[in-house]
């Protein structure tokens, strides 16, 4: 649940607009079954913009309360009048899962900074945005030099009643994914998370993401991940 906001307000760094939001997610994947909360904040100034949001989840993989943490914060500077941002980025988290009935036992989601640019194409009213990220990755402890490609759209339609939002990722990133005995190495990642909006009012609206992936979080191949779920703009 991320980088939804960034597009669509993008080219408006010369007013002074801050969009955020509060979503609450139901993840129904296989296995899954449990929330997800995401707050995200995007703010533009005179040298650029920054972003970030922070998802957690809560009681997957046994546990109780927060089982994953994770954030991204990124930085745009643009000292011109472009379509053209440069970008700066870090990623970084953590989880924990039941071990057994007596204790957790927690990991770290390897932290990585992105460094790279941006490209935004828009419709005049700003009602259909889509961003394109080629950034240079640093994953700690992993690969030192690695890649990763993006791209964000925000769509509005019916008089901004629908939004179609949500972000595509493709990264290069050593992995050992699959069940435990029988894993096997990777060196792509993939990852989007489509999101369908139906804005009941001004500040709430209902809607559903669906995260779609290959060889992410462990796991071998294509997962399907769909939710319910409400979101706040203040």
Known sequence: MKKTVISLVLF??????????LQLHYDMGKDRKYLTTTVEMFKPD????????????????G????????????RGLKFWKSPFELHVEYNGGFGQFKADPTYNQAYQINDSWLFGGNYTWNTADFSKVFTLEAMYKNIRGKNDMSFQVTGVWNLQFLKNKVTLSG????WREDNEVGPYGKTKHTNFVFLS???FWFNCTEHFSV???IELSSNF?????????????????F
């Open 12 to 21: 408006l760094a010369g007013q002074v607009i801050i969009a955020q939001n």
């Open 46 to 61: 005179k040298w650029g913009s920054t972003f970030f949001f922070i998802d957690m989840d809560y009681g997957s993989g």
């Open 63 to 74: 546990t109780q309360g927060v089982s994953l943490g994770y954030w991204e914060i990124s």
């Open 167 to 170: 972000f595509a990722d493709f």
């Open 193 to 195: 998370e489509p999101q």
């Open 207 to 209: 809607g559903s993401e």
């Open 217 to 233: 979080g462990g796991h071998d191949g294509l997962m399907v991940n769909p939710t319910v779920a409400g979101k706040w703009k």
